[in-house]
């Protein structure tokens, strides 16, 4: 009597699960084929950083004060100033992100000084894999000064 | 030596072989490693060895400041990285007397609940999955990355979202969140449902959990078991409403808890846990009040010289964190007792004469995640 019922039993789990795999498979795809297509990157996504754009163009908003260098958990970033030649403060020189051990937390966005637009803004990148360890050396400062030769 | 008297088979000294099941077996969903002693099919000693993902999550608090030792919380149990910031975050709050906001308080309490319910969704499909069902695991992902989409839209990452700040939240949620949020509740109920027909009622998941791995409520005490393995063997505790953190008091949910305190209990308890997940949210969702998101707290933190607890009740169980502070910019020690840990102890007990399948099974039902067990 036993087996009886759990054969019956057997019988309705096996269609119940049939029935939910056929409505299923009349649904619209959930995968994203993604060389062909891609998703939308969120606005506050948290790739690697980078120098914000100066909206009135020319250097950079960053003043090399290192708060940033000082946040950051796995001291990845490098920063180095010269004074500035017109007037006080002092300007960015040198701006490295080691992205390899990077852990992307936006500790030092949220140190950086600067208002009202930060010196520093995450990308939206996110096609970083390769198969070498030179990619992970960003020099940002250079980064900085090609994205503005693009724009202008 | 009493259990080896269970095993239907000859004299275990002459037939006990030694088989490894792990590092990289995909059961243990990570790198743990079980050392089994077996007599044909039947387990006699099974001796987890820990240690293969140790990465010094204690220590590194010892060497970086406070807030920098924000990251970290969100990679020790990578699967509900939210509540794990949340005790960090609550340690430092209760030493230093900060006042958190009430809307930075219930975000917090709807951003955890939904990492605990990504959480559950993800340790029901990969255990589903280690039993022999594949498409459980799709559906479970495709609710996740609903989710983790709405998580990522207010905190820029999917997995280690790092979110939560002293004194509230690094930023406010948009329109799109609330809105997206009011509309997973129902959405997931009815998912819910689908879930309790395909997987929950069928017979040979029922046959493949029933009466396996039966933990008491005594053995629970005894190793320090915690979360869904304690309140599946009948014991109603829940941080949440023990020592009520955050406003988590303001809220109106049960505990689920089931008394076989097999591994089909702690399956059922998981899946009632979602459900009541989803009742808070919709209950914090309704009520959330405007206002700022981040309050006064110190432009560098140093805490006073002592000790300092805060326990929440992460998707896995009881987290507490404990610091001491020594007075300076960097922590003295912080120590974290988690809950994987002391779940994965008392499976060297509760597995011996128990079939090798069986026992897998048993595993899964403890729900580990091995970066937690390591720290």
Redesign the interface.
Known sequence: MKTFW?VL??L??LF??LS??IR?FFKPT?TTHYPRQTETI?A???GHIQLTQNPDGGASLCIACKSCER???SACIIVEGVKKTDGPGKTVSEFRLDFGTC?????CI?ACPVKPVKAIE?TKRYNLASTTNDYADMDLVQRYKDLQAKKS | MKALNLIPVGDPADETFTLNLGPQHPATHGVLRVKLVMDGEYITSAQPVIGYIHRMHEKMGENRTWAQYLPNTSRVDYLSAMTYTHAFVGVVERALKIEVPQRAEYIRVITSELNRIASHLVGWGAWVMDLGGFTPILYAFDDREKILDLLEGICGSRLTFCYYRFGGLCNDVDEAFVSGTKAFVPYMRERMKMYKRLVTDNIILRKRLEGIGPVSAEMCRRYGACGPVLRGSGVAYDVRKAEPYSVYKDFDFDIPHYPQGDSMARYLVRMDEIEQSLRIIEQAIAKLPDGPTMGKAPRIVKLPVGDFCYATECARGRLLVRVTSDGKENPYRVRLRTPCFTNLSLFEEASKGMLLADAIAFMGSLDLVIPDIDR
Not at chain 1, 103 to 107: K, M, T, Y
């Open positions: 759990e039993l057997g309705k789990s119940t699960g939910i795999t299923e959930i969120p506050r996504f948290r946040a950051c958990p852990s992307l937390c936006g500790l949220e995450f």
